[in-house]
């Protein structure tokens, strides 16, 4: 059974500072992996990875895959208030089903 | 607000009513989703259409009857639920039923079974 987990569960921090998430995967026929922020209602889609070693970056935000190792980092650099979220990793592979991992819920305090 | 609409927002229905949840999107996406999120916890997939046909479901119970009348909309029929059912459900959509593209997601519709 494909299974996808996050490390930490959760983690407070505060405002500037920098948060690195994690997300290790076993599947079968890995395609890609995908992490999305969830406040409090629809999960909103930031990175697609399907290649290692690539950097994807977006403002704050970038990701990084392993696929020898099998895991995921999401960092998160002089993080905002606005940046407390439930951040979710979801991984794309065999039988074309997205399997989440249990997320990280972040809380950024002022 | 997101490009895949879900009505209704809130729902309460009683164990023997009939109700169902609809979802939109016009982005031309040919396939869409419908998952179940209970609280803190990840969302589950139970339908996938592909082309407004049924490609996947996941062992869902059979008072969950999903249906795609066209390609813009999903409903999900719900009759005689349990109070277990009690969950956000999220409609989600992508281009293709396939690894290489997101999957947009809904805010979801929140349902208490009384």
């Known amino acids: 059974e494909d299974k996808v987990v996050q490390s930490p569960l959760s983690l407070v921090v505060h405002e500037g500072d920098t948060v690195t998430l994690n997300c290790s995967y076993e599947v079968t026929n890995f395609r890609s992996l995908l992490w999305y922020k969830q406040e409090k209602k629809a999960p909103t889609f930031l990175f697609m990875l399907t290649s290692s070693g690539i950097e994807k970056k977006s403002g704050r935000l970038s990701s990084i895959l392993d696929k020898k190792e099998l895991f995921s980092i999401l960092n998160i650099t002089a993080t905002q208030t606005g940046d407390s979220a439930v951040y979710l990793c979801a991984v794309w592979a065999a039988g074309n089903k997205l399997t989440f991992g249990g997320g990280t819920r972040v809380l950024v305090k002022p | 607000d997101t490009e895949v609409t879900q009505t209704p927002k809130h729902l309460v229905m009683g164990m023997t009513n009939k109700k169902s949840l609809k979802c939109e999107q016009h982005m031309g996406h040919r396939a869409m989703y419908w998952y179940k999120q209970k609280a803190k916890k990840p969302p589950e997939l139970m339908f996938v259409?592909?082309?407004?046909?049924?490609?996947i479901n996941e062992s869902v119970p059979s008072r969950f009857s999903p249906e795609c009348p066209n390609s813009s909309l999903l409903n999900l029929h719900l009759h005689a639920l349990q109070p277990e059912d009690s969950a956000l459900y999220l409609c989600?959509?992508?281009?293709?039923?396939?690894?290489?593209?997101?999957?947009?997601f809904g805010d979801g519709t929140r349902l208490s079974i009384l």
């Open positions: 259409y592909s082309y407004e046909k049924l490609s």
């Open positions: 989600a959509s992508s281009p293709r039923d396939n690894s290489n593209q997101p999957q947009h």
